[in-house]
């Protein structure tokens, strides 16, 4: 479904992403809800400061997989004794040189880290402000930073001798990479999608057919990414014996947010040491988008505690901010449960969870991580949106000024960045964060363009 | 004593195993799913578990998660299931009521205030699939003060070292999830649960319960063989679901089936003696 309000026809203006933003930083709250205040953050964090030291903001999560009131393990007790099983292997992974030197392999030799830093010139002339720099995750192989993580999790599974995965997958990149893995170790997968997301990311769903993949359509809900999470959910549940659950992004019950974000923080690394090579010192501000939050993390990470740079996530505003049609959890949605965490969610006044709504499959989610909970809750990092409309014509801007087609979902921080970078002067730096490459997203855009393919 | 203890010290004295039905709230709308629980005693229910619709139920089978949203659709809010609950309460002082449900909607509501109401409302116990022993102190001290039975669930996957983790702050009664998986799909065999049973015992004193796969009169009196007690849910879902017409509206024939299979249910469940 579109929004009403989308224009057809290709953009040719010279500063197409200069709508005014919709958002404030001020939350919509049901007026039947009772306000309840959350301790949280600041007043938390001296308890779970270990290795990263005094006040470091990179220390979390707590022993109990918690950032503030945020995260946790939400789920079955059928379960509970499989998370805490992944939860000593993990550590005993992350203590072990072997696995890192296993890992490191890989990510060079067939991720093909480290991406690049590009400076995006022509976009920064078009623009007029604030000089551009895009990380390269697009370039990964299957074209998104999700195969950071999924490379970490599949050598995990391989350690903890289960021979069969699951996961979930909303864009479908998720999915692509974690049946690349599986040919690549010759294990059994099982993707869930839902049947939504299946239509719209048709070239997705055959890739991951063609790579030996079961892609099962989940038809409860809306048919998206939440619905997918649930049947995953049920799956593992279920298979427990052989099956490993690889989750996509940075949310679910501990330890996966943490464990997301640690592979992810490779693109946060590297984009530190080259912008240092490139400018001589940290970029001002970071922009990111938001779907469960795992390139966001990835990027922010390893920035939390240098308070000169600006951590911006953008979430899917859908058809606008306040038109009840968005995916933009931390802006519009409030704490809740579900998924095995606690953190922002889209719910009604009785704790229903509600549909979100996103052009984007990938960022069509109603929740979020629960370190950007946190984050948000603490001021570390500013959460905004981006409507699809924005994303269309950031789409279009980035593919025009740079030959890089970047996917939908990266299209969102786009459109933030460039809403922002004419008013910064031209000496400050933003760094973007082109999570994936937009060949997925073609048909897509040319339905929203009137163009038949 | 709780009625839930009541409830279970008669049924020893009468060496008599438990039948425990569920009922969706408003499923498919608040006066059939009423009626069901209304007659559920008469039909052989000893304890009865009214379930609270939720739009994400991630640990339930096809079966559950229809009657979630159909509890949904026919109007379901806490409030709402409170209200049946109490209403209830009016014709029946003795037969326990146990909410299952998911942490989120309790979360929305508040928990000391749907402690509160709960209690108000005649509740006696809640299940809640996804906040294990480890997220149970959101719950605990307003269940405490209320004089809710917090019940526990325990998996084939539980290891022994971690019973005592699990049964502490449990009462009412432990509920055994037979297999691992969702509700309402495979079955645990006679063996499984001859051997699953005793490490349990071992472990608490308290009744124990299985659930999750039973669907027959035969499996439902295997299951009180060698536990306190059976709980029967998809089994009676699907029945209610086939009454239902092309809209999905209950018929005449919704509640009499549903009581009659019941019936059947707890005669197998009330000939075994223990
Ligand atoms: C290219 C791309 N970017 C971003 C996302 C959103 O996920 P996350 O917020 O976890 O990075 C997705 C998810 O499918 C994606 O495919």
Known sequence: MTCPTIRQGLVFC???????LTSGQGRLHDDTIEPRTYSCGVAKLSATDTQAGANSLRSGPDGRGRFGIFGGRFVAETLMPLLLE???????????????????????????????????RRMTRELGGAKIYMKREELNHTGSHKLNNVMGQILLARRMGRTRIVAETGAGQHGVATATVCALFGMKCAIYMGATDVERQKPNVFRMRLLGAEVVPVTAGAGTLKDAMNEAMRDWVTNVHDT????????????????????????????????????????????????????????????????????????????????????????RGRPGVLHGNRTYLLQDADGQITEAHSISAGLDYPGVGPEHSWLSDIGRAEYVGATDQEALDAFQLCTRTEGIIPALESAHAIAYAAKIAPDMAEDRIIVVNISGRGDKDIFTVAEHLGVKL | MSRIARRFATLRQQGRGALIPYVEACDPDFDTSLAILRGMPAAGADLIEVGVPFSD???????????????????????RVLEMVAAFREGDDETPIILMGYTNPIEAYGPERFCADARKAGVDGLIVV????????LLAGPAAAAGLDIIRLVAPTTPDDRLPVVFSGASGFVYYVSITGVTGTRTASTDELAHALPRLRRATDLPIAIGFGIRTPELAANAVSVADAAVVASALLNT?????DANGQATARTVPAVLEQLRALADAVHAVRK
């Not at chain 2, 139920?57 to 409030?79: E, F």
């Open chain 2, 57 to 79: 139920p991630s640990a339930d089978g096809p079966t559950i998660q229809k009657a979630a949203l159909r509890g949904l659709k026919g109007g379901s809010t806490m409030k």
């Open chain 2, 240 to 244: 209610l679901e086939a009454t239902l």
């Open chain 2, 130 to 137: 996804d906040m294990p022993p480890e997220e149970a102190d």
């Open chain 1, 14 to 20: 010279r500063h197409p992403v200069q709508n005014r």
């Open chain 1, 86 to 120: 992944l939860d000593g292997a993990y550590r005993a992974a992350q203590a072990d040189p072997e696995f890192r030197r296993e890992l490191d392999y890989y990510l060079k030799d067939y991720v093909g880290r480290p991406s690049p830093l590009w400076f995006a």
């Open chain 1, 244 to 331: 490993y659950f690889l989750v996509g992004t940075v949310a679910g019950p501990h330890p996966y947010p943490q464990m997301v974000r640690d592979f992810q923080s490779v693109i946060g690394v590297e984009t530190k040491e080259q912008i240092m090579a490139a400018e001589g010192r940290l970029p001002d501000t970071i922009v990111a988008a938001i779907g469960g939050g795992s390139n966001a993390m990835g990027i922010f990470h390893p920035f939390l505690d240098d308070p000169e740079v600006r951590l911006i996530g953008v979430e899917a505003a859908g058809c606008g901010l306040d038109s009840g049609r968005t995916a933009a959890s931390i802006e």
